[in-house]
């Protein structure tokens, strides 16, 4: 193994000897290195015009191209693939690599692992008519949205797994279908809430008991619209949103915006 290198300025210092006519042997006593080193330093100069570091192609790679590209592949078509299961299939090839080269190799191909966001499911349908109720939307005004009452019914778990799940994406892809857990509005240990909110701030929250039916919506809407309304000073004049729920566009619900002259998007 060789010693720790010589100065640029010791480099220089034997091509200058060797220009006014100095010997191999000559340089290594006056410099006090050994006669290979010399003749090394020389013949680098002689054939790059240069004594200093050129660049270096560094420890060869433990795995091979083939390989890879299939870790990269892998990961790229099984996001939640996790460095365990990478590793054995590297293994099973006959290339056996700590878990920190395969996280390097992913690294420089632009995959990171990184926590799966939790997105409600959508099926094709449903995406296809958020796109289309966004485009029809495009046109509206920033004082437009400021009339408007959010709403929507949300699920908070009380016991279940929320455990963390990480995923190997690329910057800017955290919403891609592929890389997010779906989420449902059904199961045990939770609890049910209506809500609503503005840009002006947040309404009423309401706990919902049991099964929700139209009845029991209109209850709510009944006792906590109006009055959020009023406490985020929207106006008489302001648009309530809800989802297409069957529960929200029930006949005898549509039937009391109606009779309460609310503009519902």
Request: glycine share 6%.
């Amino acid at each position: 193994m060789k010693n720790k290198e010589h100065t640029r300025q010791v480099r220089d210092t034997v091509v200058k000897k060797f220009n006014t006519g100095f010997g191999y042997k000559k340089i290594s006593q006056a410099l006090n290195i050994p006669r290979s080193t010399v003749q090394a330093i020389i013949l680098k100069w002689k054939e790059y015009q240069t004594t200093a570091n050129l660049p270096r192609p560094g420890r060869p790679s433990k795995l091979s191209a083939h390989t890879r590209r299939r870790l990269i592949r892998d990961a790229a078509k099984r996001p939640m693939i996790t460095l365990d299961e990478l590793q054995r299939s590297t293994a099973e090839v006959g290339d056996s690599v700590h878990r920190t080269t395969i996280s390097r190799i992913l690294h420089k191909s632009g995959l990171y692992g990184r926590v799966a966001r939790r997105k409600p499911f959508l099926k094709d349908i449903h995406k296809k008519c958020c796109l289309k109720f966004a485009t029809s939307h495009l046109g509206d005004t920033p004082n437009m949205w400021k009339k408007v009452l959010w709403s929507d019914e949300t699920k908070i778990e009380l016991f279940g797994n929320n455990a963390k799940r990480y995923v190997w994406r690329k910057s800017n892809t955290a919403h891609h279908s592929e890389h997010t857990i779906p989420t449902v509005k059904h199961g045990g240990g939770s609890i049910m809430v209506w809500a609503c909110f503005s840009s002006a701030g947040t309404g009423k929250m309401v706990k919902i008991d049991g099964k929700m039916d139209g009845a029991k919506y209109r209850t709510i809407l009944e006792e906590n619209l109006m009055e959020s309304a009023k406490d985020l000073r929207l106006g008489r004049r302001f648009v309530f949103q809800q989802d297409n729920d069957p529960i929200h566009k029930a006949k005898s619900t549509m039937e009391w915006f109606k009779n309460k002259h609310i503009q519902v998007l």
